[in-house]
C-alpha cells in the first residue's frame, strides 16, 4: 500500500521535492501520490506541514474515549498560529500565569507557516544602518492605502507597533535573529526587515510564493521554543466547539473537542485566535458566490483549519460577524501553484487562449479583478509562449534575478519544467502549434488564427496581451517615491513563430479568506451594538478589525496577525494585572 494525500493540498512543494522516489506530481491544482511508484517511506506524511498525509496500510485503531476532561488556567488561546502564539507567549510573558494553546490541527502554525515576511517599522537595526527614518511618510502611505475605510488611529497604532513587535522578536534570541533578518525591500516594498533565504524547513523549493522556510516558519519555530522555556502548554488537536459564559455574558471557558471526547476550560480570558475562512465552502459561497462556482476548482494557499471558526464562536455569545468586514485575496489568471519557472513564463507578456482556443484579453485593472474569466467555463485559460522566449527569460533570471529574496535561483528551470510536463494538468510542449492544440484538446484552425492575430497585434504594439504601454509609477512599473509596494515590468511581448510551444494554465487562486470577527481597536470582541463582550478577544486573520470587503490592506495579513496578537496578548495581561 501506498501514502495517499487526503484533505486539500496547500501544495507547498515539501513533499514533492522530498520523495526519494519521484512519486509525488501534480494531477489538476493538486499534489497527487502515485501509488506504482510510492515505496512508503513515509518522507511526505513526516514534512506535510498540514498533517494530510497518510499510510493506507497503517492500522486505524479508534481512538479510546474519555469522560470530559477539565483544566484551569488564565488564558485560553484558541489557535497555535502566528498571532496566538504572539499572544499567549506575550501574555505569559507579562504575567507570568498560566496559559494554554488549543490548535485544532495536528500541527502548529497554521497559516502563519506559509507565509513569507511582515513589514517592520523603524528600529534599531535601521538606525545603526544609518537609515533615515521615514515612518511618517510610510504611515502616510498606509492611511491612504487604507482609502479611509479604516480609522487612522488603528492603521497608526499598528503602524507604530511594527517595530516594537520586531525588537521584541529579536530580544529572545538577538544572534539568531541576525542570521536570519536583514536590511531589505519588506513586503511593503519599503525599506524595511527582509528574511531573504529560506530557512530550516523546505530547502529544496524553489517557490517564494510560500513557504515553509520563511519568516512565518522562523516565528513559528521561535515561539514554540518560548512556550517551552515560560510554561505555556499547546495541545494539538483539540478543537473549540462552544464558548462558556456567566450570567452577565462574560467569557469565561471554552469547550472543545478532541480523538477521546471533551476537554472543558476554565479561564480568565480567550483569544480567537482561529485563523480565517478559506477552508469553509459555505462560508465562502456567501461571501463571493461567483468566485467559487462552476469552473476548475479554485486552488487556496491557505490550511484546511481555515474554516471560519472563530466566526461560530463569537455568534454563539452575541458577537458581531459581519461578512462585509472580510477580505478575500483573489488572483487570476496565473500560474499558482505549480513552478516558480512555470510562474515566470505565463503573465501578461504572454498570449492567452481560451479552452476552445480563442484569443482572450485581460483588462488592466485593479490587482485581484478576474471578472472577464466569468464567461469562460473553465474560470481558466491557456498561456501559450514560444520555446525562445522559455529559453531566453530563464537564462535572464538566473543571470539577473528580479525577485527580492536571494534564496530564490532558476537554475533548476529546466528539472522544473519537465516535472511539470510528466504531470497531469499544468503544462504541455509540443513541436507545432497544432500538435499543440491537439494536446490541448482545442481545434487547431480555431487556435492557429488566434495565434496569427495575437502576433499581428504585437506589430502596432497593441496586442491583447497588453493592450497599453503602463506609465513609470503605475502597477507593474512602479517608482519607490513613496516607498510603497511594487514589482518589476514584464518582459515584453514578442511573437509566437520558434517552437517548441509550451502551454501554461492560468487559473484562479485564493492567498486567503479573512476576518468576520468583529472587534475594537483594543482588539476586543464586540456585540453588533458597538458593546464589548469581557473576556473575549480576536486576532490575526479572524479579526474583521482590519480588514474591508475590495479594500487591499495597508500592511500585510502577517503583518496585522503578529502586531494584533502582541497588543491583545499585552491587553488581556493589562486585565488580568
Known amino acids: 500500500m501506498a501514502y495517499r494525500i487526503a484533505d486539500r493540498c496547500v501544495c507547498c512543494h515539501y513533499c514533492a521535492t522530498n520523495c526519494p522516489a ?3 506530481t501534480f494531477r489538476g491544482s493538486q499534489y497527487w501520490i502515485d501509488p506504482e511508484k510510492c515505496v512508503s517511506c513515509g518522507k511526505c506524511a513526516e514534512v506535510c506541514p498540514q498533517a494530510i498525509i497518510i499510510d493506507e496500510a497503517a492500522e486505524l485503531l479508534p481512538p479510546e474515549p474519555h469522560e470530559t ?3 484551569e488556567c488564565d488564558l485560553c488561546v484558541l489557535g497555535a498560529g502566528g498571532a496566538g502564539l504572539v499572544a499567549a507567549v506575550r501574555y505569559a510573558q507579562l504575567t507570568g500565569k498560566k496559559v494554554l494553546v488549543l490548535e485544532k490541527g495536528k500541527k502548529v502554525g497554521g497559516s502563519t507557516n506559509f507565509a513569507h515576511n511582515w513589514f517592520t517599522g523603524y528600529m534599531s537595526w535601521h538606525k545603526e544602518a544609518g537609515l533615515e527614518d521615514k515612518s511618517e511618510q510610510l504611515l502616510q502611505y498606509c492611511i491612504r492605502e487604507a482609502q479611509g475605510r479604516l480609522p487612522d488611529s488603528l492603521v497608526k497604532k499598528i503602524f507604530d507597533n511594527t517595530g516594537v513587535f520586531f525588537q521584541w522578536l529579536v530580544d529572545w534570541d538577538e544572534q539568531e535573529a ?5 536590511i531589505g525591500r519588506g513586503p511593503m516594498g519599503a525599506i524595511s526587515i527582509d528574511y531573504p533565504k529560506r530557512r530550516f524547513e523546505n530547502l529544496k523549493c524553489h517557490d517564494p510564493a510560500i513557504g515553509p522556510g520563511w519568516a512565518g516558519t522562523y516565528l513559528i519555530r521561535k515561539m514554540m521554543q518560548v512556550c517551552g522555556q515560560l510554561g505555556v502548554e499547546v495541545l494539538t488537536g483539540h478543537e473549540a466547539v462552544r464558548l ?12 472543545a473537542r478532541n480523538d477521546g471526547g471533551e476537554l472543558e476550560v476554565r ?17 465562502l459561497r456567501r461571501r463571493e458566490p461567483g468566485f467559487f462556482d462552476g469552473g476548475i476548482p479554485v486552488h487556496r494557499f491557505s490550511p484546511v483549519t481555515c474554516s471560519g471558526d472563530g466566526m461560530d464562536l463569537a455568534e454563539q455569545v452575541g458577537g458581531w460577524v459581519n461578512m462585509e468586514k472580510t477580505k478575500l485575496n483573489k488572483f487570476g489568471p496565473v500560474h499558482h501553484p505549480y513552478t516558480a519557472t512555470g510562474c515566470s513564463m505565463a503573465g501578461f507578456s504572454a498570449a492567452m487562449v481560451d479552452f476552445r482556443g480563442n484569443l482572450q484579453e485581460m483588462p488592466m485593472g ?5 471578472s472577464f474569466l466569468d464567461n469562460i467555463p473553465e474560470h481558466a485559460i491557456w498561456y501559450i509562449v514560444p520555446g525562445n522566449v522559455v529559453e531566453k527569460n530563464l537564462r535572464d533570471l538566473v543571470d539577473h534575478p528580479r525577485d527580492g529574496n536571494q534564496g530564490l535561483n532558476y537554475e533548476v528551470y529546466k528539472e522544473e519544467l519537465e516535472f511539470e510536463l510528466r504531470s497531469e494538468g499544468p503544462a504541455y510542449r509540443a513541436d507545432t502549434l497544432e500538435e499543440l492544440a491537439e494536446k490541448l484538446h482545442m481545434d487547431p484552425q480555431v487556435f492557429c488564427a488566434s495565434i496569427t492575430a495575437y502576433n499581428e497585434g504585437l506589430k502596432t504594439k497593441k496586442s491583447p496581451a497588453m493592450p497599453f504601454d503602463m506609465p513609470e509609477g503605475e502597477a507593474g512599473n512602479p517608482s519607490f517615491e513613496d516607498e510603497g509596494p511594487g514589482l518589476p515590468p514584464p518582459p515584453p511581448a514578442e511573437p509566437i513563430e520558434q517552437g517548441p510551444f509550451y502551454a501554461f494554465l492560468g487559473q484562479r487562486f485564493a492567498e486567503g479568506a479573512f476576518g468576520g470577527v468583529m472587534t475594537d481597536e483594543d482588539i476586543r470582541v464586540i456585540r453588533p451594538d458597538g458593546t464589548v463582550i469581557p473576556g473575549l478577544y480576536a486576532v490575526g486573520d479572524a479579526a474583521s478589525t482590519w ?3 475590495g479594500v487591499l490592506g495597508p500592511l500585510t495579513e502577517l503583518t496585522w496577525a503578529v502586531n494584533s496578537g502582541f ?11
Not at 480568565?268 to 480565517?276: M, N, P, S, Y
Open 244 to 255: 462558556l459564559t456567566d450570567e452577565t455574558g462574560a467569557v469565561t471557558g471554552v469547550v
Open 69 to 71: 476532561q477539565y483544566a
Open 547 to 549: 480588514y474591508t470587503r
Open 22 to 24: 519521484e512519486a509525488i
Open 178 to 182: 541576525r542570521e536570519c533578518f536583514g
Open 567 to 577: 497588543i491583545a496578548g499585552e491587553n488581556a495581561a493589562r486585565e488580568a494585572i
Open 267 to 283: 479561564a480568565k480570558a480567550v483569544i480567537l485566535a482561529t485563523g480565517g475562512f478559506s477552508g469553509n465552502d459555505e462560508k
Open 366 to 370: 485593479p490587482m485581484g479583478d478576474t
